[in-house]
């Protein structure tokens, strides 16, 4: 049978199919439709079906991915939602955190907040109240309830979030509350902070039930529109989602969770980088993914990526585990323009898909990295994604001249290398916040870089950071779609806990573990899989008594020990983070967590197209490049023709379907076993 990645971006769709049996790959890139997704993913399904000789009913399996909810918190477009709260408490999301540690920037003194997620005439209170040990000390009023439903019954409002005060620890009220809405408003979407984010600080956990009420309506509908059309083309496979986490899940869970969404895009491409370490023996590796709109950063250590159960959207708070990724608006089509101050700046807003950079032909009239890429010759306009779209070469040469050129007194050619440079020292901030504020040295890892523009910027990127290995993976400007097909299905689960650790033990700890076990192997039964044979991963989340925010270690051992080992791993994350621990300070427990992954993911090899490593390999053509200011006639070879253990030096161009790299001089490059272009680097 075959199987299907769908990754929708910002600019392109990415689909991939794979051959289980023989490892074939099929790809193709389509526009994406930001109108309507669904046409833009569904015009994928079909071209790769048509390119790939296939039926629907070939397909047992399709694993997508998108940016959509995302985009939806940042441009606010999703679902209008009311927020029903305790009472007294409806400013919550404007109070927001009082430290001002979710401004975008501390020390910006006209910094203007965000507009609130609910307008305040839809931040609705009821009488109830519990105490922070779970007591009821008011009951919930049902006669109030019933009033604000009839409100909303009559209104616009689409979604409603409960939002209680203390209902991490006794969700009773907000179980009452959820029973009742749904009852009396069947055709809203309903969600509660306890299903969404059983956490303490108020402030976030209603930040993020409401981000998953505005989500909720907007999600399910393509959920359901994109099943439906799949559907009606015969497919009859398994549908999963790609998460935050790095995870696929069910519709099911999706669609009364799409909080997952956020982030999942990039995540697919982690979940391949993943595949490609343990297939390669790369133990630790930094992740560079550079798409049309951002460029992003993340780690893998121990084959296994960097988590966080904590991220600032927009700076709106929203506490889901995801993959701890870092972005920066330095993508391909990221737009270039001058200050004020006539220093070159890069994004953060994009040219996107329509009409996307000049060079596009659609009417682009700015700057973007891609156009100044073009006009160096790190892209070819006849070749770009095989052939299929054709560049504007004399686009992308105007407005690189008219907007940045001349306003700074250079040469076309020098203005477009001071915007790759630009884009490079971003992007090298970015692997700097990931690795060395965080106590871990680059040089130390392997870089893999994936993304359309991944490998055009990788080497000189690399050399930037002192990174001695580069790493270009197959298919790497489809490398998150390829991600769905190989990623497994994962589920999270957490209960609040707060308690000092000296106030636990192992019997108790073990329980709490086995109850959430418990919890989500029934769940699993639910969505038809088996809990038996998935891989269990245990955490925490704890911090030193006094302190604000938690670091979330890994429990491992059995019933015995388990305090022992979770007071020993994070006194070591501590250390690492900021070289300091303090033994006479108490650990407090905040939250249990538990991960329970199952294999969906395939587990083949692709490919290779190339018969054998040729010793006399011929490029397909030259192409000029400009760099370390000349321009250099370089052989361009085709990536499809280098087979296991072929070797190309450098200089020279080594060209695929869908990107591209520079090797220059001294820079060699090698297909591994996993058909990886590795090059190594002049330390």
Not at 108 to 118: G, M, S
Not at 309 to 319: D, G, Q
Not at 544 to 563: F, K, N, R
Request: proline share 4%.
């Amino acid at each position: 049978m075959r199987r299907i990645g769908i990754d929708v971006g910002g600019t392109f769709t990415d689909v991939v199919m794979v051959d289980d049996a023989s490892g074939q790959v099929w790809s193709t890139k389509v526009p994406t439709t930001p109108r309507d997704r669904v046409v833009g993913a569904m015009e994928g399904y079909r071209r790769i079906l048509e390119i790939s000789g296939s039926t629907s009913a070939d397909v047992s399996f399709l694993g997508h991915g998108t940016t959509m909810a995302t985009n939806m918190v940042v441009e606010g477009t999703g679902a209008k939602t009311a927020l029903i709260t305790t009472r007294g408490f409806r400013d919550i999301l404007e109070l927001r955190r009082v430290s001002r540690h979710d401004r975008a920037d501390l020390y910006d003194l006209l910094f203007d907040n965000p507009r609130p997620l609910v307008e305040r005439r839809w931040r609705l209170e009821v009488t109830e109240r519990m105490t922070f040990e779970g007591h009821i000390e008011a009951p919930l009023q049902r006669s109030e309830l019933n009033d604000l439903a009839a409100m909303i019954r009559d209104s616009d409002v689409e979604a409603v979030a409960v939002s209680f005060l203390h209902a991490h620890v006794n969700p009773q009220h907000e179980r009452e509350a959820v029973e009742t809405l749904r009852r009396l408003l069947p055709d809203r979407f309903i969600c509660a902070s306890h299903d969404v984010n059983p956490e303490v600080m108020e402030y976030e956990r209603t930040s993020s039930t409401v981000i998953n009420a505005m989500l909720g309506p907007v999600c399910g509908r393509y959920i359901e529109r994109l099943g439906h059309a799949l559907g009606d083309l015969g497919f009859n496979g398994k549908l999963l989602f790609m998460q935050s986490n790095g995870g696929l899940a069910s519709t099911a869970v999706v669609a009364d969770r799409p909080i997952v969404l956020l982030e999942s895009g990039p995540a697919g491409g982690v979940s391949a980088a993943i595949r490609s370490c343990e297939k390669s023996g790369l133990r630790n590796a930094i992740l560079g993914d550079m798409g049309g709109t951002t460029f992003d950063v993340s780690l893998i250590r121990e084959f296994r990526p960097e988590l966080r159960n904590k991220s600032l959207l927009h700076t709106y708070a929203v506490r889901s585990p995801s993959i701890d990724i870092d972005s920066v608006g330095a993508g391909g089509g990221s737009i270039v323009w001058i200050d004020a101050g006539g220093g070159v700046r890069i994004g953060p807003e994009s040219a996107g898909a329509d009409p996307g950079p000049a060079c596009y032909g659609r009417g682009g009239e700015r700057a973007t990295v891609t156009d100044c890429n073009l006009v160096l010759g790190y892209i070819d306009p006849e070749s770009f994604l095989g052939g299929e779209f054709r560049l504007d070469a004399k686009a992308a040469y105007r407005v690189v001249e008219e907007r940045v050129a001349k306003p700074l007194g250079m040469s076309v050619l020098e203005a477009a290398q001071t915007v790759r440079s630009v884009a490079n020292a971003l992007m090298a901030q970015a692997i700097r916040i990931m690795t060395v504020e965080r106590g871990y040295d680059p040089r130390e890892f392997s870089y893999i870089c994936y993304g359309g523009a991944g490998p055009v910027h990788a080497l000189d990127l690399a050399q930037q950071m002192g990174i001695r290995r580069v790493v270009i993976p197959p298919l790497p400007g489809l490398f998150s779609a390829f991600g769905m097909t190989v990623a497994d299905q994962q589920y999270d689960y957490q209960r609040p806990v707060e308690r000092d650790l000296d106030h636990l033990d192992d019997t108790t700890l073990f329980s709490q573990f086995s109850e959430l076990l418990e919890l989500g192997a029934t769940e699993l039964r639910r969505l038809d899989v088996d809990p038996e044979s998935a891989r269990i991963v245990r955490l925490a989340d704890c911090r030193y008594a006094g302190q604000p925010d938690v670091i979330t270690v890994e429990v491992q051992g059995h019933a015995e020990g388990l305090c022992h080992a979770l007071a020993g791993g994070f006194e070591a994350a501590h250390q690492r983070l900021w070289n300091f621990v303090s033994a006479d300070k108490p650990i407090v427990v905040a939250n249990l967590r538990m991960q329970i992954v199952t294999q969906t993911g395939w587990r083949g090899g692709v490919a290779q197209s190339a018969k054998a490593a040729a010793s006399g390999l011929k490029p397909k053509a030259t192409r000029e490049v400009y760099f370390d200011g000349a321009k250099h006639a370089l052989p361009v070879y085709q990536r499809s023709a280098l087979a296991v253990g072929a070797r190309v030096e450098g200089p020279a161009v080594i060209e695929e379907h869908s990107s591209c790299a520079v090797l220059k001089t001294a820079q060699n490059a090698v297909v591994d076993e996993a058909l990886n272009l590795v090059i190594e680097l002049a330390a």
